[in-house]
């Protein structure tokens, strides 16, 4: 079969402009934390492996979902030696705040942190202490700190408040995951309500795509 060259043309031009697989290379030591400082919100963390990286891009977020850029700090290249950074979000508002990092390397690929929250009035019995991407493909995970034992339930639902899943599990005096498998859901906005002791914890929001990074900025190269 004869091939349109300017068909040939167009799918290396796009190929070379949306490199889809391709991620800016930055491995966690520790991942983003946030604590309260007088002044304001200290961010930090800790990389033990940076390639071609050329600066964070500090988001914040009110609902997990819609980030905003409050800052910027720069990168160390290419180094497998520990990295430490911080970055001080001066006098937020927030009662509850979302951080992650947009990670940036010197051809303009853009990867995404692990999502960070942070609340000023911190819950009775249980607190949120970590996300994963609230954009995925495959998987939505929360980390939660309980300061007691009991029981935990889950409720997934969609936009429309169908329930599509229900599940129970003990829960520790301590640290634990929650994972929802999203692989199999349609793409959509979806929210995972939590409750101890058949009291609400949360509820958080999430959307499955279609593929990694559609929902974001396209990982263009710069010119």
Not at 19 to 28: H, N, V
Not at 91 to 107: A, C, S, T
Request: aromatic residues 12%; negative net charge; contains cysteine.
């Amino acid at each position: 079969m004869k091939r349109n060259p300017n068909f040939i043309f167009s799918l290396l031009t796009a190929l070379l402009l949306f490199p889809i697989a391709s991620q800016a290379e930055c491995q966690y030591e520790e991942r983003i934390e946030a604590a309260s400082f007088q002044v304001g919100i200290m961010l930090t963390w800790k990389t033990d492996y940076e390639k071609n990286h050329e600066r964070f891009v500090i988001e914040k977020s009110e609902d997990g979902l819609d980030f905003t850029e409050i800052g910027t700090v720069t990168g160390k290249g290419t180094t497998d030696e520990r990295q430490n950074y911080n970055f001080l979000h001066i006098y937020p508002r927030e009662n509850r705040i979302y951080y992650r990092l947009k990670e940036i390397d010197f051809g303009g690929v853009i990867s995404y942190s692990d999502i960070a929250v942070f609340e000023t009035e911190t819950p009775a019995e249980v607190r949120i202490v970590r996300l994963s991407d609230s954009f995925t493909t495959s998987e939505f995970s929360v980390k939660l700190d309980s300061y007691s034992e009991g029981e935990l339930t889950y409720i997934l639902k969609d936009w429309q408040g169908e329930v599509l899943l229900t599940e129970k599990k003990v829960l520790p005096n301590g640290l634990i995951d929650v994972a929802v498998d999203a692989k199999e859901l349609p793409v959509g906005i979806y929210k995972l309500a939590l409750f101890k002791d058949e009291k609400p914890i949360d509820v958080l929001t999430f959307k499955r795509t279609e593929r990694a990074g559609e929902n974001k900025t396209p990982m263009v190269r710069k010119n």
